[in-house]
């Protein structure tokens, strides 16, 4: 039958839904590739960015966002979502980024429905890509739990059965997208190729140390058809708080008993610990017992079914003995220490254990970017976050370094500053590793893979 519609003439082409996705280069692409790429019933006018200095002002490039988009995609700073909705007459704002309380999100939502538009958070089953290799995923609850050593220890176990694996690790595209689609991280001189940034390199490089390949970039389905041609086993490793970018056979979520409270207060951690097949509790050895005990007894309210596995994150020092009774300058993970919300990390612990006579205050030697950032994130006193998301940051960086007064500088990063950093203090760094309280435990979980 004919509908009304059609008898008066009017046109039943659907119109298009204008959309804005909200993201920090990485979540919002993938997001964007697995559901409106190629997609005619939906128009991207924008993505914002947030999170992460300066990587606003950039386009998501036409090779990239498909033929829909000859011109690509604005990315522009969050702060102009209001008057993006209102010119764009946006119809839907999808929210993509990870690490931030429920309130924040809510927060956001406020703002747009208020201006009328939908605010919309993807669910898995929109967004996972599932491999034709068994895939295992490791996830976390905040930012700094763990997930990348607990990663490479997974990784180690399966490397010791004979698989071949391959780690690929969320998103952190933050230079020239186009370069970016597919990156494989297998030696030292690919992390200059790539021209990594200091964030980019504490996630790759201790890879690297181990012998092991890691892949990344902007195109997660590209970037799994290529890790599944040279792996038997898949392992995602996950970024801030985010879910998995593919279904996993088996989820491991890293919890962390120094932000009790927080598996279940920020998005998406409460999602990774309600999917968790097995919850690794992390930091033991630095975490007081009751803390460890109500964590337990939380995951339990939310999710009875999940296994969990304590572990411990031992630190080692390479020279103890230029701390003792030294003066110093503690660096830590940027990402842990800023909008993870920490106020301490490994490098702290190591200057308090092998005996700093003073952990110097940085706050009173930073400059330009680095001083912002204190601004921003208040709640760090006595630790320098090892922010290098460009060249001029990390110039303020050095800059802050060297006008610090200090003996020492402790490096709690995952990586050796010195090949990034041109400073003359000398220099003691400190690594982790995750140390499982029950080994055979784990082992017996991974027998299948």
């Given at each position: 039958m004919q509908s009304n519609f059609a008898l008066f003439g009017?046109?039943?082409e659907r119109k298009k839904k204008n959309v804005i996705i909200m993201g920090a280069a990485?979540?919002?692409?993938?997001?964007?590739?697995?559901v409106f790429k190629d997609n005619p019933d939906f128009q991207v006018v924008a993505f914002t960015a947030t999170q992460?200095?300066?990587?606003?002002?950039?386009?998501?490039?036409?090779?990239?966002?498909?033929?829909?988009?000859?011109?690509?995609?604005?990315?522009?700073?969050?702060?102009d979502l209001p008057r993006l909705i209102i010119d764009e007459n946006v119809d839907e704002v999808v929210f993509a980024y990870s690490d931030v309380t429920h309130e924040h999100v809510m927060h956001k939502a406020s703002l747009a429905?208020?201006?009328?538009?939908d605010f919309i958070l993807l669910g898995n089953n929109s967004t996972m890509i599932k491999s034709r290799k068994p895939l295992i995923s490791i996830c976390a609850v905040r930012t700094g739990s763990g997930k990348s050593q607990t990663t490479r220890k997974?990784?180690?176990?399966?490397?010791?059965?004979?698989?071949?694996?391959?780690?690929?690790?969320?998103?952190?595209?933050?230079?020239?997208?186009?370069?970016q689609v597919v990156q494989r991280f297998a030696k030292y001189e690919d992390l200059d190729e790539h021209e990594c940034t200091i964030e980019e390199r504490e996630e790759y490089e201790p890879y690297i140390d181990k012998g092991m390949v890691v892949y990344a970039g902007v195109d997660y389905g590209k970037i799994l058809m290529e890790a599944e041609k040279e792996s038997d086993v898949i392992i995602w490793d996950g970024g801030n708080n985010d879910t998995s970018f593919y279904r996993p056979d088996l989820n491991f979520v890293v919890l962390d008993p120094h932000r009790l409270g927080h598996e279940t207060t920020y998005h998406p951690g409460e999602t990774n610990l309600r999917m968790a097949d097995v919850c690794i509790i992390n930091k033991c050895d630095s975490a007081e017992e009751e803390k460890i005990e109500q964590l337990e007894a939380n995951i339990r309210e939310v999710n009875p079914g999940a296994t969990i596995i304590r572990a411990d994150s031992p630190i080692t020092v390479d020279k103890p003995e230029m701390i003792e009774g030294?003066?110093?300058?503690?660096?830590?993970?940027g990402p842990t220490v800023t909008h993870g919300d920490m106020g301490f990390g490994a490098g702290f612990l190591a200057a308090e254990k092998y005996g700093a006579s003073e952990i110097v205050d940085p706050r009173n030697f930073a400059i330009n970017s680095i001083k912002e950032t204190y601004e921003k994130y208040p709640h760090m006193e006595k630790i320098l976050p090892a922010m290098g998301y460009g060249e001029s940051q990390v110039k303020d960086l050095e800059d802050t370094i060297e006008h610090s007064d200090c003996d020492v500088v402790v490096s709690g990063t995952p990586i050796d500053l010195k090949r990034v950093l041109d400073v003359s203090k000398p220099?003691?760094?400190?690594?982790?590793e995750l140390k499982v309280e029950d080994e055979d435990e784990l082992k017996?979980?991974?027998k299948d893979f």
């Open positions: 009017v046109s039943m990485g979540r919002d692409f993938h997001n964007f590739n697995t992460i200095p300066d990587i606003e002002g950039r386009r998501y490039p036409p090779s990239l966002a498909g033929h829909l988009y000859p011109e690509g995609i604005p990315i522009v700073h969050e702060d429905t208020a201006l009328g538009t997974i990784c180690e176990l399966l490397i010791e059965k004979g698989r071949k694996v391959s780690a690929i690790r969320h998103p952190m595209p933050y230079g020239d997208l186009e370069k030294k003066r110093a300058l503690v660096i830590e993970d220099l003691v760094r400190v690594r982790y017996d979980l991974l």
